[in-house]
């Protein structure tokens, strides 16, 4: 079997289709509203759960005034009552065959071909994404499922024949579960990086605990009830919404949890994975964001990169780890390509997210809103922004997190928006002069998750791959300078502060993380 990407847009726009995408997304829009409000539970070994404190109203960043849904809040008893049920199950999951376990993942993705644009709508609502964006999420979900159970079955379940020691020997490396996982996911892929991660640990029969976003918690409960449809048998996957820093900590504190898969910031990240090794040394694979740079030399094509520039960096309004998030221009050509940049990025549509011609929707709460407001003050005070840098309030503006993409250029290279990781719709620009010193200007930065370079120079690309320090890079890409990694084709994974093991999601060495080596020898 070969693995092919999902890609649902282009199909449907090979196909001549585009209306019928559109015209599916806009019906699946207005089915969900009847769920609109909903009271929602926990599921804790196969059981609906509610919270004997209290419950956090789900609100959408499109429009404030829209009511989701209501979820418990969810307790350290909470917890430790899904570990206890995840652990249980492990005795049987762990040892169910592979093949079996690809069986539950394969019924997942057809359930989730046949409902892409129901749940396209609900990322849409929860975390402002527009259509094309969200259902691409979806897409990213099926292909993270396909794509492991097909590494499952290429590998023969990590079963390895191993040479002979003794004539009468026979010996093989065989891969297991360690046990149970704490699965903590983001916002901002909250279906494709909540299954990525869920899946890898479930397909290598290990258990789990899953705690979505509290942002984005709807969307989570709809992929524990496609599991249970799949046929996952109860207390394999079990649900908590609630406060990370309540939920998350009970995870990390248990000795019955072996490894955490997170997706998030760097402070969490590096915290959870000090304190997770407190009690003995036990695996941490964590996705901990970027400050992801892109080069444009003299002899680039200036269009190309302008594309590739504003959707890696103002796509989903900048809230994605590897945005682009600051520009590196050769001196001689920086003047001429900043005004085109700034003249693309004028036509940029901002607006509601759930209308097709709309690009940027709005960020996702508002901390997400305060901190762009923040950062906005940093730069008009310290640099030259030549285009952004304010909030919109006009209209229904007022209801949701909408806020303009900003360009800021004239900072210091070592200012603090070069070094931080913002999360939100704001592009540093500066110039440089040597190539040795741009790649010098990328690689001081503690992150290493992505980079981009237009050039149509061998020699510079040449020097770009060999010494740019980061786990995805891209060369002359228009379709985006630093996002838009495709499971299959390119590993997503970072270097430095942007990851903890070096080993890629939707890449050949996923998987076996999840799992420890046994050999075994038998005299025959």
């Avoid at 983001?186 to 479930?202: D, E, K, Q, R, T």
């Avoid at 760097?266 to 695996?283: A, N």
């Avoid at 508002?366 to 304010?390: H, L, P, W």
């Avoid at 290279?413 to 070094?419: G, Q």
Wanted: net charge neutral; proline share 3%.
């Amino acid at each position: 079997m070969t693995f092919e990407n999902e890609n649902t847009l282009h199909k449907f726009m090979v196909s001549k289709g585009e209306e019928a995408f559109h015209s599916r997304y806009e019906e699946a829009i207005e089915n969900i509203k009847s769920e609109f409000g909903r009271r929602y539970t926990m599921i804790i070994d196969d059981k609906n759960v509610e919270s004997s404190s209290e419950t956090f109203v789900h609100t959408s960043p499109i429009d404030t005034r829209i009511v989701l849904a209501y979820f418990p809040s969810g307790t350290a008893k909470h917890t430790e009552d899904a570990i206890k049920a995840a652990k249980k199950a492990f005795e049987s999951w762990s040892k169910t065959d592979y093949n079996k376990r690809i069986e539950v993942c394969r019924n997942a993705v057809d359930i989730m071909i046949r409902r892409k644009f129901e749940l396209a709508a609900w990322i849409s609502y929860e975390n402002g994404k527009n259509r094309y964006e969200a259902i691409g999420d979806v897409d990213e979900a099926i292909d993270f499922i396909r794509y492991y159970f097909e590494e499952m079955e290429k590998n023969n379940g990590f079963i390895i024949q191993t040479k002979s020691a003794y004539p009468n020997e026979k010996s093989k490396s065989v891969m297991k579960p360690y046990g149970v996982w704490g699965v903590i996911s983001p916002f901002n892929f909250p279906i494709a990086i909540l299954v990525g991660m869920s899946i890898g640990a479930l397909i290598t029969g290990n258990t789990i605990v899953l705690k979505p976003s509290s942002d984005t918690p709807i969307i989570g409960y709809k992929f524990a009830e496609i599991m249970k449809e799949a046929g996952l048998p109860a207390g394999v996957l079990n649900f908590i919404t609630g406060s990370g820093s309540i939920i998350g900590k009970a995870i990390v504190d248990s000795k019955d949890v072996a490894g955490i898969v997170f997706t998030g910031s760097r402070e969490i990240g590096y915290r959870i994975t000090k304190d997770f090794s407190k009690v003995k040394p036990r695996q941490v694979i964590a996705e901990l964001g970027g400050k992801n740079p892109v080069i444009v030399t003299e002899n680039a094509d200036l269009d190309k990169a302008i594309e590739g520039i504003l959707k890696a960096a103002f796509g989903y309004s900048g809230q994605k780890c590897s945005a682009c998030s600051r520009v590196y221009i050769q001196k001689s050509i920086k003047e001429k390509f900043v005004k085109k940049l700034v003249e693309r990025t004028k036509n940029l549509s901002i607006g509601n997210p759930l209308e097709s011609d709309n690009f940027m929707g709005p960020l996702i709460n508002s901390n997400a809103y305060k901190n762009y407001q923040k950062y906005s003050e940093v730069a008009f005070r310290d640099g030259n922004v030549v285009i952004g840098g304010s909030t919109k309030k006009d209209g229904d503006f007022k209801y949701g997190y909408y806020v303009e993409p900003t360009i800021v250029d004239n900072l210091p290279k070592n200012h603090r928006l070069f070094r931080e990781e913002l999360f939100m719709p704001i592009l540093c620009v500066a110039d440089y002069d040597e190539f040795d010193e741009v790649l010098g200007l990328c690689n001081q930065s503690h992150y290493g998750l992505t980079a981009g370079i237009y050039s149509n120079r061998k020699q510079e690309v040449k020097m770009f791959l060999d010494n740019i320090e980061a786990g995805v890079v891209y060369v002359n890409r228009d379709i985006s300078a630093t996002t838009g990694a495709m499971v299959g084709c390119q590993s997503f994974g970072g270097w430095k502060d942007s990851g903890t093991t070096g080993k890629g999601a939707g890449g050949p060495y996923y998987l076996t993380q999840f799992m420890r080596e046994q050999s075994q020898t038998c005299v025959v």
